[in-house]
Every structure is written in C-alpha cells, then in structure tokens.
C-alpha cells in the first residue's frame, strides 16, 4: 500500500517552461489536494477536487491548472513557469475534508 | 476566512525536557490534525483530533474545540522529534484544510 505517491521528486526549470507534477493515491480517496510550501508560510492551498472530473481553485491558484481524469490520480501543471513558482509541492487525499488526510513525500521545484 | 496561529514559532530544547506547542483558531472547526515535517520534509501525520485528547507514546495531543485551541505535548524530547510541526484545521463544508505556519522545534543532545 503505496499511500500517496509524487512524481517527479525534484525538477529545476527554466523560466517559460511547462511541466505536469503527477499524484497518484491508492486508498481510493474522494477528495485530492495540492499545496505549496514557501520558508515560513506554512502550507497554502493551490487546487483541489471533491471527485472524478471536478476541480476547484483554492488561496493561491493563478499560474496552475489542474485535472482530474481519474480518481486516483490528481495532474498540476504550469503552463509558463515563473521564478516565483520555486516552491515545495505537496499532494494529499482524504475520502472526505472530514476525515483524516495523508501526504505524499514533496516535489521540490526551481525556476530558474 | 479561518485563522490559525500556532506559537511559540521556534523553540529549542535539550534532549529530555518535555514541551507544549499550541494551536489557535478563529473559529469552529470539524477537523483538526497535528503533522510533523521532519528535516527530510516528509509531512508525518501525528493526530486526527477535532475534539478531546489521544495519546501516542511520548506525543500527545488535546483539543478544546468550544475555546478554539489545540495543544501538542511532546515528553521526554529526542533529537529525532527535530523538525517543524503544523497544526491545521477544516472551517466547514468542503473547504480543504487550513494550515498555521507551524512550530520549528530543535532538540539538542
């Protein structure tokens, strides 16, 4: 039971650069999120789904998009990726935002 | 929306000693959970607890949902309880988690 997985862990782009972070839960979770995690800000809200084929946007969502094609799996991209898009990128899932959720291990990302 | 303040922001203590971290809310939450970031960064989850106390070995965690705040006991400090530790609450409806900006906490030998 892998939990929640991210791929790639660490990736430097470069400035106008595209790329799609993959999360994948197997615990067959409703509910998928992803946040970034800048030095002393805690963790912040990009975009998150309620299920297959929804999506919405959370505290910081300009610069990403994301989709939800199957339930397992949740996609971020950056279209055109920023210097202030360097960032730590984190996937969790839950089967509701009642109930407990879990954390994949990070993807750490530069924009060069 | 909701806020969530978590103190002290650092603390450093010698192996052995025992410490509180607190967590503060704005308002009534339906989910609160305790994660540690260890120095490798991986998010570890601690407790589920939106209300009451549970215990887990030298951790333990108490919240009183009616004065809006958690506490985090750690007793009898590793070196490996090193690392951040956040607090973060669900507000209502489907409105995912809200994370404070945690507590860096060092454990020396």
């Known amino acids: 039971n892998a939990g929640v997985t991210q791929t790639p862990k660490f990736r430097v782009l470069k400035t106008g650069q595209s790329m799609t972070l993959l999360c994948a839960q197997d615990m067959n979770h409703e509910y998928m999120y992803w946040y970034r995690q800048d030095p002393g800000m805690g963790l912040r809200l990009i975009h998150y789904?309620?299920?297959?084929?929804?999506?919405a946007k959370g505290e910081v969502p300009d610069g990403y998009n994301v989709s939800r094609l199957k339930k397992q799996n949740f996609l971020l991209g950056l279209e055109s990726a920023a210097p202030s898009q360097t960032s730590v990128y984190f996937c969790?899932?839950?089967?509701?935002?009642?109930?407990?959720?879990?954390f994949g291990q990070g993807t750490r990302l530069t924009v060069v | 929306g909701i806020q969530v303040e978590q103190s002290p922001p650092d603390l450093i203590l010698q192996e052995g000693a025992n410490s509180t971290l607190r967590c503060n809310f704005s308002?009534?939450?339906?989910?609160l959970q305790w994660f540690h970031q260890n120095p490798w960064g991986q998010l570890i989850n601690l407790f589920y607890i939106p209300s009451g106390t549970k215990q887990n070995g030298r951790l333990s965690a108490t919240t009183v949902a009616t004065e809006r705040y958690s506490l985090l006991y750690i007793s009898s400090s590793q070196t490996t309880d090193s690392g951040v530790y956040f607090c973060?609450?669900?507000?209502?409806?489907?409105?995912?988690?809200?994370f404070g900006k945690g507590t860096r906490l060092s454990v020396i030998a």
């Open positions: 789904s309620v299920g297959e084929g929804t999506t």
């Open positions: 308002d009534s939450v339906n989910n």
């Open positions: 969790a899932s839950s089967y509701s935002t009642w109930q407990e959720a879990f």
């Open positions: 973060a609450v669900l507000h209502s409806g489907n409105t995912p988690l809200v």
